[in-house]
Every structure is written in structure tokens, then in C-alpha cells.
């Protein structure tokens, strides 16, 4: 690691509480602008103070790689996952706590399975009342990544397939849970599902394929070559 990359980590940990509440603050904006029935002027003080607060930040902007693990990406700490997701994956756009877009979905390993329980806000409304389809694929992807992740046998999504049985409702607390179905080689397969109460809103199926490059080794080089 460079000393210059060595920094930059040290200051992205050292402001992570500041980054969670910044996050935060961003997050609560998102949820009233999708609800508000404000008039034109104070839209408009919205749109220009947030284009300012934008142009504030934009100088600070770090070029990348880009990863949920960190702002800086350290690659050779990625095969050890801690318990706690959200402190591994601080950007994930499903449970990244210093991520604005994030819901963010709070999981938790029990035994080999992960669950979570959240109320979807009002950014994440599709049909009318529920959760949009999308939106649960997507919460899935991370549902059953993460647990494979967690028990050592994590690689790319090869196929993710959904099935809605009945709408997931805006406001109410989403049951959610993940667990191993079984390994063929380098493809693993896990199985979800979201309840609201005794409901069953989705199922899904993940195969995970485990690849047999490094795709973090290519994306440094990559960056490098710059």
C-alpha cells in the first residue's frame, strides 16, 4: 500500500462517523422529496442548495477503484468477512450505512442463515403501496451474496431468479432469510425468502459461481495502467 492510499484510509475511518450521519441527513432528504408536496419556490432552494452542497463535495471525489468494502480498496482483506456486514460492506447500496441510496437493510448471521427485518420507505415504491419488484431482486442479491460470502464460498451472481407471491408492502417490517441449499464445484446455491408476517412476499435462487481468476488482481492492474 502506498503512502498516499495508507492516508486516504486513515482519514475515511477516522470521519466514518461523520461519513454515517452525512449519509444519513442525505438519505431523510431523498425520503421527503419523493413524498413532498412543496411549492415551485421551495423546490427550487432545494434543487439549488443541493447542487451547491454538490459542488462543495465534488473536489473531493476519490477516482477509484470503487468497491462496497471500502472507499480505498484494500483487495487482500476481502476473504476474511466479519459478522458484521454492514461494517465490511459500508458502501453496499442495499446495507452500506455510509451509502445515501441504501435503504439500509440491517443483516445478521444466525447459525448458517441470514435474516433481517426492514420497512421500506417510500424511495422504493413501485406499484401502488409496495415495494418495487426490482428493488426486492436487488435487496435478494445481497440477501444470498452476503451469506455466501460469510460462509466462505462467495464468487459472482451467475443467476438470480425471483418469484412474487404476493406484494411487499411499503411501511411494514419485511422478514427476510437466506440459507445454504447446496455446492456443485465452483457454483453455489442459496435460497431466500421475504415474509410480511405470515405472508410469503418472494422466494428467490442464487447460483454463485466462484471464479477461477482473480478479477481484483485485473481490476488493479487496470487502474494502474492510468
Not at 72 to 79: A, G, I, K, L, N
Request: contains cysteine; hydrophobic residues 40%.
Amino acid at each position: 500500500m502506498t503512502r498516499a492510499t495508507a492516508e486516504t484510509e486513515s482519514r475515511v475511518e477516522a470521519d466514518r462517523e461523520s461519513r454515517v450521519a452525512a449519509s444519513n441527513a442525505v438519505r431523510r432528504l431523498i425520503s421527503h422529496l419523493r413524498k413532498t408536496k412543496a411549492p415551485r419556490e421551495l423546490l427550487q432552494s432545494v434543487a439549488d442548495e443541493s447542487n451547491a452542497l454538490a459542488d462543495r463535495l465534488a473536489s473531493h471525489d476519490h477516482p477509484g477503484p470503487y468497491a462496497q468494502h471500502g472507499l480505498v480498496v484494500r483487495f487482500e482483506e476481502m476473504d476474511s468477512v466479519t459478522d458484521d456486514l454492514a461494517e465490511f460492506f459500508p458502501y453496499s447500496p442495499i446495507i452500506g450505512p455510509m451509502n445515501p441510496v441504501a435503504p439500509p437493510v440491517e443483516f445478521r448471521f444466525e447459525g448458517e442463515e441470514l435474516h433481517a427485518e426492514h420497512r421500506f420507505d417510500v424511495p422504493y415504491n413501485g406499484p401502488p403501496t409496495g415495494v418495487h419488484g426490482g428493488v426486492v431482486a436487488m435487496v435478494f442479491d445481497e440477501l444470498l451474496g452476503c451469506l455466501a460470502a460469510l460462509l466462505g464460498v462467495g464468487g459472482f451472481t451467475g443467476t438470480l431468479t425471483i418469484r412474487y407471491r404476493a406484494l411487499t408492502p411499503l411501511g411494514q417490517p419485511i422478514r427476510m432469510r437466506s440459507w445454504l441449499d447446496r455446492r456443485e464445484g465452483r457454483k453455489t446455491f442459496i435460497h431466500g425468502t421475504m415474509h410480511d408476517g405470515a405472508t410469503l412476499c418472494a422466494e428467490a435462487e442464487g447460483i454463485f459461481i466462484r471464479p477461477t481468476t482473480s478479477f481484483v488482481d485485473a481490476a488493479l492492474a487496470e487502474n494502474a495502467e492510468r
